[in-house]
Structure formats: C-alpha cells, structure tokens
C-alpha cells in the first residue's frame, strides 16, 4: 500500500484596524499617499519622542478578539520586538509577547458542499502590534538603491494566530473566507488584500502514514500569498512537495531547521526565501514607555453585548426563522452584512423568505456582480422588491413578466405601479380570462382532440396563443381553464 | 553680595519689583560665562543672542504690564538631553552632533511659557551614561571647586555652570544619580522628582522606566521654584502622572514639625570617606537641633541597587538607543571613495557582511564613544535569548524588592538621609579606566531611581581640601513638598549654599 498524508496547516494573519489614525501616533492611516507624508517624530522613531496608545485601536482589537471567542485576560502589556531594518525607525517593533490581550478562541467553518465536516479552527491569540514601514528595493538598473516609505509605520495590526487545525488548503482557504467575513461583519477592517490590509502566512507540514508509524515532516512557513486563491494553490502546492520531499530524503520534524518558502503565483511553485541577515533573538523586554492595559470583565461584557449579530448566529436564523435551506442561508450571509439586511426586509415585507432569497440570488445578485455595483447603489429599495413580490406571490404577475417589471424598476427608476402601467399590466378578471380561453378552445379542435386523447401537453399551444393575445393572462391560470373547459369540468364559472 | 551670588527667588523679586530687567539679569550671566565658560567647559552651545533677545522681550512685556511667566526673565540652562526645536540637541555624542529636533520637550515649553531665558544647552556624559562628564563627545567639564576635578555627571554641565554662576538655575536628568551627584560634587541644589512627575517627552531616553528631569539651583527655595515649572502631567507622556502640582515655591517655606528622619546604618559603613561622614553626621545634628526625629531604618535590599540597575538601565538603554543607525538620521557612516581609476577597495575583516550590517556596524561603531557601547552590550547581552530570566527578570523583582523596602520605610519615617557619594569630587581620568569603580559611585542614588521615588541633594560641609559635600534626602512618592520642606528647614540655618567658587 503506498504511503497517504495529511496537511496539517495553522495561519498567520495580519489584519489592518481600520482606525483613522496610528497605532501610538495621531498620524493619518491613509492608504496610497505619497511616500512619507503621513509621518511625524513618534512614527519616525525620532530622539525623545514616546508612543501613546490608540484607545480605538485597542478597542476594535477587543471587538474582534470577543468575536473569535477568545478569553481576554485582565491585564495586558507591550513588548519591544527588536531588530534592526532600514523600515523599522525605531530598532524595534511595539508588539505583545507573553502576556497578549486575548487567546483561546476559535471560528467555527463548514463548506456548503460538504467536502469537509464543520469544525472549530483554534485561535490561539490574537495581539495588537505596530506595523513596519515599506521597503522598495530596486536593484534594475544596478545601483541596488532602497527606498522607505513610512506612511505605514504604525499602523495598528492585529495579529491573529490560530492552531495548526486546517487539514487541507481548502479548510485554510475557508478559515480565512469565514474570518474575512466576521472582520467585515464588525467594521474592524476593511480587509483589503490588494492594499496590504490583510496579510497571510502559514506554517504547514504532512503527517504521512507509512505503514510503520506516522512521520511528520519540517514545518514550512509559507510566505508571499496575495490572495485567498493564492493561498488555496501554495498550500496544495506546498503539501505535495512536502511529500515528495518525504519520499526522496525521509526528512522528518527536528531534523532541518524551519524553512521559510515564498509562493510564486505565475510559476505555481513555493521557492526557498533568503533568511533574513539577523538572528531571530528579538531580545523581547516590556515596554517601558507604556503603561499596561487593564481590561476588566464588565468592558469584555459590554463589547459583546454591543458587537451585533455575527455571521454564524445570522446563517441560522435565517433558517430557521426564513425557512431557507443552509446553502441559501450562506450564500445570502457570504454576501456581507449590508445584502443580509437587504434580503431581510424583502422577505419581512413580502411574507416569504424563499421567494426574497431566490430572487436576490438569482436577479439582484446577477445584476450587482454584472454592474460591479454594491446593494447601497442599486437603484431597488427593498420594499419596492418586496412589492413586486408580493405580487408575483398574489399571481397579479407572473414570474417571466415579474422579470421585465424589475428590470423596468431599475432601468427607468419606476414604482412597481409605476412599471405595471407603463408595461400595461393588468390582471384580467376571472370572467374575461374564462371567455378569453372559451374562443381558444373553440378556434382550436385540433388541441382539444388530442388533450382529450391523453397528450394533455398538447395545452401548452393554448398558453402561448394567450399570451399573444393578452401579455397579462396568467399562464398557469389559462392552462387551468382550458383543461376544464376541454375536459367538461363544472366547476367552472 | 553681587547680583550673581543672589539666589534665583531673589532676582525674581527683584525682576518683579522692577528693581532688576531681565536684560540686565541677562548680561550678567553672559559676561559670566564669557570669563569662566573657558575654564569651566559647562556648555555645549551658549545662545547668547536668542537669550538677550529673549530677555528685551520679557522685559517689554513686564513694562507693559502684560501678564508674564512664573520664571520671566530668569536664566535657565538646560542639559543637552532635551530637545529644542531647530537648535543642536546633541546628547554631548558624535552620533547626534548635527541633529536639530523638529519638537520641543514637553519640559522646553513649559519653560518657554513660563518666560524662563533660554540661556544654553549643558555637557553631560554621552547619553547621560556615566557620571564624570568626561564621556562627553566634545569636551569634559571641570568642578568649579577644582577644575583638575570632575563636576560628576552625567548632570556635569547643569551643575558646574550653576556652581560657576553661569546661571542661577538649570534642568538636569537623573537615571541612576545624574543630578544628584553633580550637585553633591559641585556644590549645589539637584532634586530628582517622582517617575512620572515630569514629563519625558522629548528627554532623550537613555533608560525610560527611570529616566526624570528635574531641577538644579543654588537654593532649595529656586529648585522648588523651577520643579513647579517642569511637573505637571503631559498626555504625550503615558508614564506621566496625573497628580495636581502644588504651588511648591510657596509651600517650601511652611514651617515643619515634628519631622522623622530616618537613616541607614550600611550607607555609614567602610568605604565612605571620613570628611563625608562627618559633614553627614553634623548635618543630621543639625536636624536634631531643629527638633527632628532622627532614627535608623533597614533597607535590606539596598545593597542589590547597584547591580540591580546596572543590569535594567543598560537593557532599556540597548533599546532606546538601536534608533540610532545612520538611516534616518544623525551620524551615518559612508564608505571611503573608491581610488581613481580603481575598484573599492573592501575592508577585510568585514569582506563577508551586506552593505546594509556595514552601514549599521561602521556607523555605532564611530558615532557612540565607549561608554555607550558598553552599556548597549551588557543590555543586548542580559536580554539574549536565555539570559533574560537570569538578568532583565531578576533584576525587575530585586527593583520591587527595594520599592517594598521604602514602602516600608516611609511608615515611620518623613525623609530618609544619606550622603550623596562616599567621597567628594574625584580627579579627571581617575576612574576612565575602572568602570566598575566609576559605577559603585552610584550606590547611594540609584534606589531612589529603582523605587521611582523623589530625592534631593544640597551642600552641607566641605571636605579638608575644600571640595562641596552633598546630604541627600529621600523622601515616599510624590512626596516632593515635604521633601522640599525638609531640605529648605536645613538651609535656613545653614549657609554651606551661599559659598560660592573662587573662579
């Protein structure tokens, strides 16, 4: 039998808190300024200066850490994480080493599909730090000349470190979906991976069944990976290499120091990164020029209190109060919190989860993704879709001519009233439906020969005769009255 | 008594009367320091011209009847650590010799706001790491009781130009003794406040959990006077007190019963010099007469100061001081043009490291003098991977050991008294070579550091060879009124603080 593995993955993530200013400075954390115009003498490193903490920073920071359920200790401080680079001002990183505000936590993932079972993802900690500034090497034209910006400087990151749990890329792909989501759901971050905003690396090795026993090979870090798709390829990548790495040299944990490996997105491949010139002894010490913070219980039970429904709570109740199926609910939840709430008033207004949920999926959504267009931009209050809902529920309008009532909707700014008399809908009344389907049946002996014959499918030449005839005629209704009226039904008018 | 020779309280008076202008207060001080400066070696940089315009200012303002500052019209120097938007603020190092802060420190402006007269920037030992002065980049500065001494330091400058009379007041900073110590060599009044008592904010750090500015005067009257100027919470400092300042320049003088004076046996022990402990012992007589309580207490952990500091003060200066690697400013090392027509040629002991580790090294290496770099190794070591629990953590619960100590102390005692250092000032280039011998000055000051508490040093004798001899007093956190009291007791009835040099 030839030997199988697992992937055991656990994540870094970097996320950026979407503060208005820096972490220990009142400099501006705008992204895309020009290079080293939102700095002053504490972010620079200058002599004499001292960094005084950002209390929304560490606020947003304990939203997220209560939302990954982690316990948050009542007395947390600030390390200094030394090293030297050109992009470090100060010779040292403000970080949180032994004593970080929260740990123990977890964010629970699933797959609709099913290609995994629901688990809880650990998070072992997540603490608040400084960013570093930016380095831009530019050896091309041989003058091997650096330039820093540091705009980034201290920026407030929260680091989120979770267990080693993920056994698949798809799993740390999901984790980081899931966690993305939560992060948008609470404002922390805007999440942008493109702007650095969140940033990914992650520890990865197989447990390889051998027949003998289980061998563990060296934990790679994996690093370089701009996006979640990036890191769903490294991983699988990666964990493929690790095996025939495996079967080539028997390398095993604690045999070679940990290797720090780059993803290369256009090759596909994971190369081998240059260590970094210093040693990694940080020599961490307590900040001495902060103060600990102390974060009593009653301010960790007011956060909670105050962080809103999250996407887990949110996927059930969707199902259970909307009676959407959980593929549904996700899909809706996935979307973020603002289509959440769309679909939520929809289907309060218009009496039916199902039908708001398949109509934003299959009509709002289409048109958001093809218009490149958020649901606050769409020209369609929810109560004028939930409107139209209604009426498509009552059978004033079917579902096809529900469609072009829409489309006018957003097109041309209607009312739902507003379409139905400009596109001339009106229901018929029973009567003028009933001697509307009389003169079909007389006009077409043909069709009723052979419905009476057994082809009752026959019938469906009589629903498109109709429609010519009046684009308002319920098509299920006609097929109705013309079996009756063919078949001698009494119950007829 | 000459203009010069009134204590800073003094001419304030006079200023306020209108008897004196501060232009007149001005030039005396600069003509002063014209004659003595070259001697001396007090200063860094003398602003001649900003301090008489200063001074015209104020005075215009006064005649106006504009509301002026607490300390209008009075000279102040301050030690080269503080930073003084646009001016030098050079840390007496190479690394820093050009560098022109874009801020002042938060102690700068209250100055400025209180009309106080900029006059010049103090030597100081390197990054205030030392305590002779002598490990200043520029020059040493010489005790104006004897300028083949040192004035000790790292304060050296602040106290010798208030000794010489170049300046009625100064701002020093104290680590580990820093302004104690000088003013015990040289003669004058230096009072280390509280942590957190003044601000930090733009004091150039050498070792932030015990780094304080404070003042240094002829009298304990003009200390209170200048700390009242400098205390006071600053929100840019997250290690600054929020505690109201009291009005110390009037409380100094309330009268004092009923003081318990508490002393330690050890700090009489072998070691400390014979004229010391005699003027010592006089001083606490001195106290007796005036009705004090004088008992002995323990501070068992006293003897771990030492070595306790010497292992947190170089950790948290090995931090503080990795800012400085050529990069974003200050003193940067440039690799020697490469000869005509030739390729560069690369030094070979170092042919294997990058560009960017040459830049770092070749640049510490020339910008710090040797002081400074010993003190960054013996942090950068006691913080290593593997020694940090054996040293840094250690040494943080002696540091609450000897804060207990005083906690208890301070139950059955106003003030604690010691002397400043077992001997008077020492010789220039004595102890260059013995930095063991240099840090053991120390002993008597650093716990005052360690436990965050307030001390004071004053004159109280002089040795058989005429050299100023220092008593300092200790008093419980943010006890720097009954400290201030208790010293201002002891100078209403003695006058060793009204001798003055013979320059």
Redesign the interface.
């Given at each position: 039998m030839s030997p199988t593995f697992v992937t055991v993955i656990g994540l870094e993530v970097h996320v950026q808190l979407a503060t208005r200013s820096k972490l220990f400075c009142r400099c501006s954390t705008r992204f895309g300024a020009s290079p080293n115009t939102q700095t002053c003498?504490v972010c620079?490193?200058?002599?004499?200066?001292?960094?005084?903490?950002n209390g929304e920073a560490f606020h947003l920071a304990l939203r997220t850490a209560v939302a990954l359920n982690c316990s948050i200790p009542e007395f947390t401080k600030w390390d200094?994480k030394?090293y030297?680079y050109?992009d470090l001002?100060?010779?040292?990183q403000i970080s949180q080493y032994d004593l970080p505000m929260s740990e123990n936590g977890y964010l629970e993932i699933s797959d609709p599909k099913e290609r995994f079972e629901t688990k809880r993802v650990g998070v072992r900690r997540a603490h608040l730090e400084e960013d570093a500034g930016k380095s831009m090497h530019d050896d091309a034209q041989g003058t091997?000349e650096s330039r820093?910006d540091l705009n980034r400087t201290g920026t407030p990151l929260l680091e989120i470190v979770s267990e080693p749990d993920m056994r698949s890329a798809l799993e740390a792909k999901t984790f980081l979906t899931e966690l993305k989501l939560l992060l948008t759901y609470l404002g922390v971050s805007d999440c942008n991976m493109q702007e650095g905003s969140l940033r990914v690396d992650a520890n990865v090795n197989i447990h390889v069944t051998t027949g003998r026993d289980v061998a563990a090979t060296p934990i790679v870090e994996v690093k370089n990976m701009n996006s979640f798709r990036a890191v769903e390829r490294a991983l699988a990548f990666e964990a493929g290499r690790q095996f025939e790495h495996w079967r080539q040299t028997g390398q095993r944990l604690g045999d070679v120091p940990k290797q720090t490996r780059g993803w290369d997105d256009a090759s596909g491949v994971t190369r081998p990164q240059r260590h970094k010139?210093e040693s990694s002894?940080y020599?961490?010490?307590p900040d001495?020029?902060?103060?600990p913070v102390k974060v009593p219980p009653d301010r960790v039970e007011r956060v909670r209190s105050e962080l809103g429904e999250l996407p887990a709570a949110l996927r059930q109740r969707l199902v259970q109060h909307y009676g959407l199926s959980s593929y549904d609910s996700d899909v809706l939840v996935n979307q973020g919190r603002p289509l959440a709430t769309y679909f939520q008033q929809v289907a309060d207004r218009c009496g039916d989860g199902k039908l708001a949920s398949n109509w934003i999926q299959q009509d709002v959504l289409r048109r958001l993704n093809a218009e490149g267009v958020s649901i606050h931009t769409l020209a369609l209050r929810p109560e004028d879709l939930a409107e139209l809902l209604r009426r498509v529920k009552a059978g004033d309008v079917d579902t096809t001519r529900g469609r072009e009532v829409l489309d006018a909707m957003i097109a041309q700014r209607w009312s739902v009233d507003e379409a139905f008399s400009e596109l001339g809908i009106e229901s018929l009344d029973e009567q003028q439906l009933v001697a509307l389907c009389r003169e079909l049946v007389d006009a077409n002996p043909k069709i009723v020969e052979d419905v009476r014959s057994g082809k009752i499918k026959a019938a469906g030449a009589l629903i498109g005769q109709a429609r010519q005839r009046s684009p308002n005629a319920n098509p299920s209704r006609v097929r109705q009255i013309c079996l009756a009226l063919i078949t001698g039904d009494a119950s007829l008018p | 008594m000459t203009l010069l020779e009134l204590t800073a309280t003094e001419q304030l008076r006079q200023l306020e009367a209108g008897e004196l202008t501060a232009a007149e207060l001005t030039r005396a001080y600069l003509e002063r320091i014209a004659r003595v400066e070259p001697q001396v070696q007090a200063f860094t940089r003398v602003n001649a011209d900003a301090a008489r315009q200063q001074a015209a200012l104020v005075d215009r303002r006064r005649r106006q009847g504009d509301r002026v500052g607490r300390l209008a019209g009075l000279p102040v120097a301050v030690k080269d650590v503080l930073c003084t938007q646009g001016a030098p603020t050079t840390c007496a190092s190479r690394m820093l010799a050009d560098f022109r802060p874009p801020y002042d420190a938060t102690v700068i402006a209250r100055l400025r706001a209180a009309d106080a007269i900029l006059i010049g920037k103090t030597n100081m030992d390197e990054f205030a790491m030392g305590g002779s002065t002598e490990n200043s980049a520029l020059h040493p500065t010489r005790n104006p009781w004897d300028l083949t001494r040192s004035p000790g330091g790292s304060s050296g400058g602040a106290a010798a130009c208030v000794a010489a009379g170049m300046a009625p007041l100064s701002v020093g900073s104290d680590t580990g003794g820093s302004i104690r110590q000088p003013a015990g060599l040289c003669g004058v009044v230096g009072l280390k406040p509280t942590y957190g008592r003044v601000s930090r904010f733009g004091l150039v750090a050498f070792a932030s959990s015990l780094d304080q500015v404070g003042p240094m005067a002829r009298s304990v009257e003009d200390a209170a006077l200048l700390l009242e100027t400098l205390a006071g919470h600053d929100s840019r400092d997250s290690t600054s007190a929020n505690v109201p300042v009291p009005a110390y320049h009037r409380s100094v003088r309330e009268p004092l019963n009923g003081l318990r004076v508490g002393i330690v046996p050890e700090h009489f022990a072998q070691g400390l010099d014979a004229d010391v402990e005699q003027a010592i012992r006089e001083a606490l007589r001195v106290y007796e007469s005036l009705g004090a309580d004088v008992r002995e207490v323990k501070l068992p952990h006293a003897r771990y100061a030492v070595a306790t500091y010497y292992v947190i003060a170089p950790c948290e200066a090995s931090s503080n001081l990795a800012r400085y690697d050529g990069v974003h400013y200050g003193y940067r090392w440039s690799p020697p043009p490469a000869p005509v027509g030739g390729e560069p040629v690369p030094s070979p002991p170092d042919a294997d490291e990058s560009d960017l580790v040459r830049l770092y090294r070749r640049t510490r290496a020339e910008g710090f003098g040797m002081e400074v770099k010993r003190r960054i190794m013996l942090g950068t070591y006691a913080l290593s991977a593997g020694y940090y629990d054996a040293y840094y953590l250690k040494a943080l619960k002696v540091r609450r050991l000897i804060r207990q100590d005083f906690d208890d102390v301070f139950r059955d005692v106003d003030l604690v008294a010691s002397p400043v250092t077992a001997a008077p000032a020492f010789e220039l280039g004595e102890m260059v070579h013995d930095p063991l011998k240099m840090y053991l000055i120390d002993l008597y000051t650093v716990s005052a550091n360690l436990a965050g508490i307030p001390g004071i040093s004053m004159p109280c004798g002089f040795s058989s060879s005429g050299l100023p001899i220092g008593l300092q007093l200790l008093a419980p956190s943010f006890g720097e009124e009954i400290l201030l009291r208790g010293a201002y007791r002891f100078q209403q009835v003695t006058d060793w603080h009204r001798r003055s040099p013979s320059l």
């Open positions: 003498p620079i490193g200058m002599p004499g200066v001292l960094p005084v903490m200094r030394q030297y050109p001002p100060k010779g040292y091997a820093i010139e002894d020599r961490y010490f001495p020029d902060l103060v | -």
